[in-house]
């Protein structure tokens, strides 16, 4: 059995390789069950988005079809988009890092407020329910 870049190699007696590319198929399951990136329709596929400094306006292309548009933020706020209640959508959410409060925008249960940080911390989004 050979190994590179995680591809392993299981060879028989007569040289017939059969090739198993563990990487794709384990991180394809990850990324559509439990960690979408910017998957804000829910759909196990990431969703094409932008953040308008200008205007405080989430604009995004749903990979589903559709867009929507949701002012959330202010121009030094940082974009944390995570899924914070679970339901595998992205919820919108910034940090402030001028008073350390997270802003949330879920998709089940819609705004919450959570304190946790220092205007200098680096925020870190991920999957938790608040
Ligand atoms: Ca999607
Ligand atoms: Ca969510």
Request: charged share 20%.
């Amino acid at each position: 059995m050979n190994s590179r870049n995680g591809i392993f190699c299981f060879r028989l007696i007569l040289s017939v390789c059969f090739i198993i590319l563990l990487g794709s198929l384990t991180s394809a399951t990850a990324v559509s069950k439990s960690n979408p990136i910017a998957d804000f329709d829910g759909d196990g596929k990431s969703d094409v988005s932008v953040f308008r400094p200008a205007d405080g306006y989430w604009y995004i292309l749903k990979s589903s079809g559709g867009q929507s548009s949701i002012k959330w933020g202010l121009s030094l706020d940082n974009l944390v988009p995570g899924d914070y209640d679970g339901d595998d959508k992205t919820d919108i959410a910034v940090f402030r890092p001028a008073n350390g409060v997270w802003y949330l925008q879920k998709s089940t249960e819609g705004f919450a407020a959570q304190p946790f940080g220092l205007g200098n911390d680096v925020p870190i989004p991920n999957i938790f329910v608040l």
